[in-house]
């Protein structure tokens, strides 16, 4: 089971569900009732799981060309010996494409029992991150398609709560949730990443730019990241004024922040994955905060 696990990168995976949660208490101002919260749970869980797993499923021949040259270690909600499992062949293509395909199925029931509008979004994240992996060796350009396959699942528990959501309010939560994962999840992945994609020829913003440009763009992502998070509260019904303000603002520039600009100016490898780790933990502060003033609402 740990090596299936492996393949879904559960510890990330987890952690990711927290910031549908937060995306749908935010919008909803209140908990939704047992039922939905129980489906959107299992619902996520089996989304995320799959869409890892799809990851190494696309992958597989690059994955066996980074194995082949030694990996580097992952960062800490990562770092486990059984990294890429399925180009290790510690599991089958058969037991990864059935892990797949249950998780995958599961994760449809659950979105039509919720909202078959959200099926679009479902099918939509599983194409684009095909997309995304056929894309390493061809352009930087996957990391933009990176921050819209991260962005599914928010927007899915947006549609699972409010039918009809405002379309600006949309978009600005697609544009921050884009500039989180971009530059605290796929730009510092890629820099513990770079000596395995450096020898398969891949194409990610370290190696196209250059270590000094990509520490740069991943502190101004969430510079810009975080400053928009001052405009979240405006999407909720919950009438906390400033200080609900205050405290997603601090939540940012208190992860975020401090360990994007140590990478800006070191360019130390270490940092990078210390990056990864805290804006990983990013969507679980947010959770607890917006849980903390449903419950005082």
């Given amino acids: 089971m740990r090596r299936f696990l492996a393949l879904s990168r559960s510890v990330h995976g987890v952690l990711d569900i927290a910031m549908p949660g937060f995306a749908a208490l935010l919008w909803l101002g209140h908990f939704p009732s047992w039922r939905v919260l129980a489906l959107s749970l299992v619902t996520a869980l089996a989304g995320y799981t799959a869409i890892y797993a799809l990851n190494d499923l696309i992958g597989v021949k690059d994955d066996q ?7 580097t270690p992952g960062y800490a909600v990562e770092a486990s010996a059984m990294r890429y499992p399925l180009a290790q062949n510690l599991i089958s293509m058969k037991g990864a494409l059935a892990w797949f395909g249950c998780w995958f199925a599961l994760a449809v029931l659950g979105t039509w029992l919720l909202n078959p509008r959200i099926l679009l979004i479902v099918f939509a994240a599983a194409a684009l991150e ?3 992996v056929k894309l390493l ?3 930087w350009w996957r990391t933009v398609v990176s921050g819209l396959v991260k962005s599914a699942g928010p927007v899915a528990a947006v549609f699972a709560v409010i039918p009809a959501p405002s379309w600006p309010g949309l978009l600005g939560l697609l544009a921050w949730l884009m500039l989180w994962e971009i530059g605290g999840q796929n730009i510092p992945a890629d820099w513990n990443d770079i000596e395995e994609d450096r020898r398969i020829g891949a194409r ?3 190696l196209v730019f250059g270590l000094r440009t990509a520490g740069v763009l991943a502190a101004v992502s969430l510079g810009v990241a975080v400053l928009v998070s001052l405009l979240l ?3 909720s019904p919950l009438a906390s004024g400033w200080p609900f303000q205050l405290a997603i603002f601090a939540a940012g520039a208190g992860l975020l922040l401090p360990p994007a600009l140590r990478l800006a100016r070191t360019l130390d490898g270490r940092q990078a994955a210390r990056l990864f780790d805290r804006a990983s933990l990013y969507p679980l502060a947010l959770l ?3 849980t903390v003033f449903v419950l005082i609402h």
């Fill in 65 to 71: 060309e980074k194995v082949a040259g030694g990996i």
């Fill in 288 to 290: 607890a905060i917006v």
């Fill in 137 to 139: 060796k061809v352009t």
């Fill in 130 to 132: 095909v997309v995304y």
């Fill in 233 to 235: 509260p405006s999407m």
């Fill in 204 to 206: 990610t913003i370290p």
